[in-house]
């Protein structure tokens, strides 16, 4: 298959090499169990039980009547101790379900679909949403919606993103390797819902292995396996598509309205387990790594596990590490607390000593232009940061701020160490509040 590649992007160090070849630890759950009823793109969710309240493996504990949500499980069978707001990993505190795990691991009865080849579109959505399932690449975007594009959105081609390109990560990677019939028996559910015949499966070439497992699972299925060039940030929606597809979306535009749907490998995996199986998303599987981490890992956990029993299981050194963050180095999330929890978009955590992170400070911005260069989205990063310094917020929309997919790429290449990401989020947060 041609590779057309996309413009701008960086290669920062890989750092795979720690957790590749580690196979996914199934980690037993902690005894407490701190759920956030917020695991998506969209509205909190209300809790449907009490305090005091016995709970099953699997049983919907929280919805919301809202159109963009999708409901929460318990990951583990037990006692619901309390409801409070409990510091969250993307956010301050946010209101959370802490369950008391009695170690039983009882699950609650799992409804499915018995023969999802002769199911009802409508009933395989529903079946989606009832599940819980949710973009776990990172986005969290609720999968039943994506995957219901208006009647009037032709769409012609399904996208899976493999590439994984985040430095450290390695969870879609484990997947590919452990489970590829999975990935690929869920997009055959995917095919059937968008009503496509065409279904790639993009994956750096830093992956051989994985490659070879998806094409063997692939065999004889119509799915295709793209290698594609390991380039940072080769996971972006709209750089896989131009990649891969040759296909340019239109600024503020979403990927359908080039006939593209994108779904992150995981997200597949999870739709198979919830319409065949009848298995909620109640666990992930976490990249655990970094400098400060003396048994790297790649770990199934429950979600809402504290970050703080994940570290001590791999072995932290909390004494060197210089900064803890969920997801990968370029677009994660610093953490101020350890016992933020584990939610349905963690792919990783990090612990890194100050040789990781860069401990320059920023210096004047010479003007070399390395970050037009760089972004993959063909912005010009250097005038967003000087328009935020001096706080003129409603400049920043003739730039097309908000086309920006916040890759790190501009502050990565930077050779004054500009924080270029963090002005360009500041800045859009900014936007959205004069637009209100």
């Not at 699950?107 to 002769?118: D, G, H, M, Q, S």
């Not at 295709?224 to 597809?245: D, F, N, S």
Request: overall charge neutral; glycine content about 8%; charged content about 25%.
């Amino acid at each position: 298959m041609r590779f057309f590649g996309f413009r701008g992007g960086v290669h920062p160090p890989e750092n795979k090499l720690q957790t590749e070849n580690a196979p996914v630890e199934e980690l037993k759950a902690p005894k407490m169990i701190y759920v956030a009823l917020l695991q998506h793109i969209g509205s909190p969710l209300d809790p449907i039980v009490n305090i005091g309240d016995k709970v099953l493996k699997g049983q919907k504990i929280a919805d919301s009547q809202a159109f963009l949500s999708s409901p929460i499980h318990s990951p583990v069978s037990g006692t619901v101790k309390k409801i409070e707001e409990h510091v969250f990993p993307l956010m301050g505190r946010i209101k959370t379900v802490i369950i008391e795990n009695d170690g039983e691991d009882k699950w609650a009865e799992l409804t499915k679909i018995e023969n999802w080849e002769t199911a009802d579109k409508k009933d395989l959505l529903a079946m989606i949403r009832e599940k819980g399932i949710v973009g776990i690449g990172g986005a969290s975007f609720p999968t039943h919606i994506k995957l219901n594009p208006p009647a009037d959105t032709k769409i012609d081609t399904l996208l899976l993103n493999g590439a994984e390109c985040e430095p450290y990560l390695n969870s879609d990677n484990r997947l590919m390797l452990e489970h590829p019939e999975k990935i690929i028996n869920g997009i055959k559910i995917i095919k059937k819902i968008l009503g496509v015949e065409t279904a790639i499966v993009g994956i750096e070439e830093n992956k051989p292995e994985a490659i070879a497992s998806m094409k063997k699972a692939a065999d004889g299925t119509g799915i295709e396996i793209a290698p594609l060039k390991t380039k940072y940030p080769q996971g972006g929606e709209k750089q896989l598509i131009k990649a891969v597809l040759d296909r340019q979306v239109p600024s503020g535009k979403l990927p359908s309205a080039v006939g593209v749907v994108v779904q992150n490998t995981g997200t597949a995996a999870a739709i198979y387990d919830g319409i065949v199986n009848g298995i909620p998303l109640v666990e992930k599987v976490v990249t655990v790594s970094g400098k400060a981490i003396a048994n790297p890992k790649n770990v199934k956990i429950a979600i809402g596990t504290p970050f703080s029993y994940l570290l001590d299981h791999c072995g932290v050194n909390r004494e060197i590490v210089d900064k803890l963050v969920m997801g990968g180095p370029m677009m994660g999330m610093a953490q101020f607390s350890e016992e933020a929890p584990v939610i349905k978009g963690t792919s990783g955590l990090l612990a890194l000593t100050k040789e990781e992170t860069n401990p320059y400070k920023p210096k004047s911005c010479i003007g070399c232009a390395k970050c037009v260069d760089a972004c993959p989205m063909g912005l010009e990063p250097l005038m967003f940061a000087r328009l935020a310094a001096f706080e003129q917020w409603d400049k920043l929309g003739p730039y097309n701020l908000m086309d920006c997919i916040e890759c790190g790429s501009c502050a990565y290449i930077c050779p004054a160490n500009r924080p270029l990401t963090e002005a360009i989020k500041i800045g859009k947060s900014k936007l959205r509040a004069m637009k209100k």
